[in-house]
Every structure is written in C-alpha cells, then in structure tokens.
C-alpha cells in the first residue's frame, strides 16, 4: 500500500542552524502539507502546497519557514534558522488531485526535530 | 475561528471493555469531521470521517455520528482489543477555513490492557 515516507526520524540541531525535513508523498497526490506538533500540544497547521506554490500557511509559518518541491518526489520544510521552540514532530501529509470535504489526507510517520 | 476539543487522557481500560471518546467542536455552518489515530512510532491514519450533519462514520468497530445540534463527533467502540492501544486525534476542516486545513484537537490516549 503506497505511503507518505519522512526523512530522518529524528534531527538533533543546534539553534540558528538551518534544517530540511525531507518527504515523499504518495505518487499520484498533488496536495501536500506539513504539521507540526509540540510535545503535550495539538497537531497544528503549517501550510498547504499545490501546483509549485503555497495554497495556504498559518500564522506559524513565518519567514523563517519554506517548502519546496525540488523534483518530482521530494516534498521539504526548511528552517532558515533554528529556534528553541521549533523543537516539536513535523508531519507531512499529501491527498489526491480533488481538493474538497470529502478529501483524505495521508500522514507520514513524522520527524522529531530537537534544537539545542 | 473553527477549534476542536476532545477529552483528555490517558484513558485505561481492559479488553473488551467498552470506549468513549467525547469530541466537540466549535465551525461556523457545516465542517467536514473526521477520527485519526497514531500508533506507536507510526503516522496519523484516517479511522473514519463524516461530511454532513447525521451522517455516521465507522470503520474496524468504530462509530461516531456528525450531531450538529450538540457540536459533537464521540468516537465509540462497543469492545476494545490490546491493539487498539493509540492515540485518537478529532478533527476538523472547512467550510470557512479551506477544506485542506485540517484542525486537531489535542489527542486522546488510549491504554487497553489485556
């Protein structure tokens, strides 16, 4: 069965040091996202990406964050430069082409990012 | 704006015992619903949705009906096994907010014991 695959599982970085969290989605979806969760806090909204560009993006999503979707796998979250409170488990996620209430999104297994 | 809350945990219980997991949310008209869940070491996995007022979402034995006049979504299971152990997340998207913005309330932890 096709998932959405995260790389690495775990990121130790220093702050003020830049950091990518790689994703592959699954093959045929042209929606992804990124989450993040903070330990003990919600699962939160990060931004949304369609078609090269950002669809939607909280107001998490400060200057400090990017996405990119460098080839035709590879979905990245970068971080400019690295904050304490950046430290939580980012989630990816991708659905198909139909972007409406009855979409499912999948989730990949997460990467913990710590910062030091 | 949209918000979902749900119960906290942990919530222990033995197998075969019987599971509720309240979850109300706050939307302006109709948001589309939906169930996660996260076992150990693994992603969010849909577990079931639910799109327009009354409609009852189930999947692997569990049920939770869309009650629009009490803003709720409890999720049920009428009996637990040891590997339905996880973490439940309610949620929620649309209609004021798009329909990709999923909004979560904060988990629920469920402990079966055999």
């Known amino acids: 069965e096709p998932e959405v695959t995260q790389t690495p599982s775990h990121q130790v970085t220093q702050m003020g040091q830049e950091v990518i969290l790689r994703c592959v989605p699954i093959s045929n979806h042209l929606y992804f996202y990124w989450y993040r969760q903070i330990l003990g806090q919600k699962v939160e909204f990060l931004v949304s990406?369609?078609?090269?560009?950002?669809?939607?993006k909280s107001e998490i999503f400060d200057d400090q964050f990017s996405v990119e979707r460098p080839d035709g796998s590879n979905f990245t979250l970068k971080i400019r430069s690295t904050k304490l409170e950046d430290s939580a488990m980012y989630f990816c996620a991708s659905s198909e082409e139909e972007q409406g209430q009855h979409n499912e999104q999948f989730f990949g297994p997460g990467t913990r990012l710590t910062v030091l | 704006g949209n918000s979902v809350t749900q119960m906290e945990g942990p919530v222990t219980l033995s197998e075969e015992a019987f599971l509720t997991i309240n979850c109300t949310y706050t939307a302006t008209g109709y948001p589309s619903l939906f169930w996660y869940v996260q076992y150990p070491g693994e992603g969010l996995q849909l577990l079931l949705k639910?799109?327009?007022?009354?409609d009852k979402g189930s999947n692997k034995g569990f049920e939770a009906t869309y009650r629009k006049e009490t803003t709720s979504f409890h999720l049920e299971k009428g009996s637990v096994q040891v590997s339905d152990s996880a973490v439940y997340f309610c949620a929620l998207s649309g209609p004021t907010d798009s329909w990709g913005k999923l909004q979560f309330g904060a988990g629920t932890q469920v402990v079966v014991t055999p």
């Open positions: 990406f369609y078609n090269n560009e950002i669809s939607e």
């Open positions: 639910a799109t327009k007022a009354d």
